[in-house]
């Protein structure tokens, strides 16, 4: 049996209840996060992948909510430091930390209101079972951040996610691509993307009605910096760019660095993982599992 963190406490996952009268069921009332940590054998050690940018970007989103999250953003990251530990967390796991409007009363409120913390994890490996993905252009638009702020992840915002979702898998595809409101493109459906053009990475910015993502942020770092030192820019892109795109590829913390090599029926490059998502996607991999050198504040390990 797992052990959650609910309310001020480490329990066992069985324990961990909310009402079905709550307004984080009801309303969705609320805000997440997604981190990763990477086991690394050789070094016996569990690394958790930019640890404290997730728990700032938290507690952002709570900010633009207007909650009061219930502990110091210091005391959140400890925590899950805490839960993987009392987790025996001895592989690749996915933490979820949710802050929410812990309250069973009736109307969906974000004022005076309790808010509680919550924490689970459990052992995840690949998001994506296919090795490349065949993505569509979603009939459902990106949620605007003026109707629910996609700049951060807000629990009602995946309503959007799972529509597209569902929209894409029902008809054969594997993963949706958003497009905004204005009909440029923003993002998967919890993913961020990418396209590779004539030798350049190009990625719509977080303005594009997507998350400010953290790992689309590393990967820009990475692919900036030595030894790859590529160019890079964020800008918006065109439906139709997508299309004549040389390669293409999504990321985020559960994604990690996925291929798209087919999108909307057309075959994007040659078919094959570009050249430059697979470079990127092992120094990734590398960097994240402590087995390169990366940015020394990125990880954060849990046993040492
Ligand atoms: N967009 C959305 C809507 C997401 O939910 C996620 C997953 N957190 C991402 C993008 C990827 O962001 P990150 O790299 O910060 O996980």
């Known amino acids: 049996m797992g052990k959650t963190y609910h ?7 069985a324990d961990a209840h909310l009402s079905i ?10 805000c997440f996060g997604g981190i990763r940590a990477y086991w690394n054998e050789s070094k016996e050690e569990l690394f958790v992948f930019r640890l ?25 990251a400890t925590t899950v430091l805490e839960l993987l530990r009392q987790n025996d967390a001895r592989a690749d796991y996915y933490v979820r930390p949710l802050l929410y409007v812990d309250s069973d009363e009736l109307s969906p409120t974000l004022t005076d209101v309790p808010v509680a913390l919550s924490i689970y994890c459990l052992p995840l490996g690949k998001y994506f079972s296919a090795q490349s993905l065949h993505a569509c252009v979603s009939s459902w638009r990106r949620v605007s951040d003026n109707a629910i702020p996609a700049r951060a992840k807000p629990t009602a915002a995946y309503l959007n996610s799972a529509l597209a979702r569902a929209e894409a898998r029902r008809n054969g595809f594997d993963e949706a691509i958003f497009l905004t409101d204005e009909g440029s493109v923003s993002e998967g459906s919890a993913a961020h993307l990418f396209i590779v053009r004539r030798g ?6 977080s303005t594009e009605d997507n998350l400010d993502g953290i790992t689309r942020r590393s990967l820009i770092e990475l692919a900036r910096s030595e030894p790859l030192s590529w160019k890079v820019t964020e800008r918006t892109i065109s439906r139709t760019e997508l299309y004549t795109a040389d390669e293409v590829f999504l990321c985020g913390t559960a994604a ?3 291929p798209v090599t087919r999108i909307d029926h057309r075959v994007i490059g040659d078919g094959r993982i570009g050249e430059q998502t697979s470079v990127l996607g092992a120094r990734f991999r590398e960097v994240a599992g402590g087995r390169a050198d990366g940015p020394s504040s990125w990880l954060t390990p849990v046993w040492g």
Do not use: F, M, Q
């Open 200 to 205: 350049e990475l190009i990625s719509p910015p």
């Open 21 to 30: 009268r709550s307004k984080a069921v009801n309303y969705g009332l609320g």
């Open 52 to 76: 404290a940018d997730h728990i700032e970007r938290l507690y952002e989103s709570a900010l633009i909510l207007g909650l009061e999250p219930p502990v110091p953003e210091k005391d959140a």
């Open 7 to 13: 309310r001020g406490e480490i329990v066992d996952d």
């Open 256 to 258: 990690e660095l996925t």
